[in-house]
């Protein structure tokens, strides 16, 4: 449950703004959804794998 400090109250995740901030300060209450490092990871083996796996079906084609 999200807290504000500065309006002394607990905020519903759902009625904070769409940044996750609170709707009467301001104030930076929910983290912001982040994508996982790991993400990127995969996604970047996928894409060396799959650039790998184009080459070899261009060397089979010459
Ligand atoms: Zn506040």
């Given at each position: 449950?999200?807290?504000?400090?500065?309006?002394?109250?607990?905020?519903?995740?759902?009625?904070?703004?769409?940044?996750?901030?609170?709707?009467?300060?301001?104030?930076?209450?929910?983290e912001r959804a982040k994508v996982p490092w790991h993400f990127?990871?995969?996604?970047?083996?996928?894409?060396?794998?799959?650039?790998?796996?184009?080459?070899?079906?261009?060397?089979?084609?010459?």
């Open positions: 449950m999200p807290w504000c400090g500065p309006c002394d109250r607990f905020y519903n995740p759902t009625s904070l703004t769409e940044h996750g901030q609170c709707p009467s300060c301001g104030d930076q209450l929910a990127w990871l995969v996604l970047a083996l996928a894409a060396v794998y799959l650039t790998w796996r184009a080459i070899q079906g261009i060397m089979l084609l010459i």
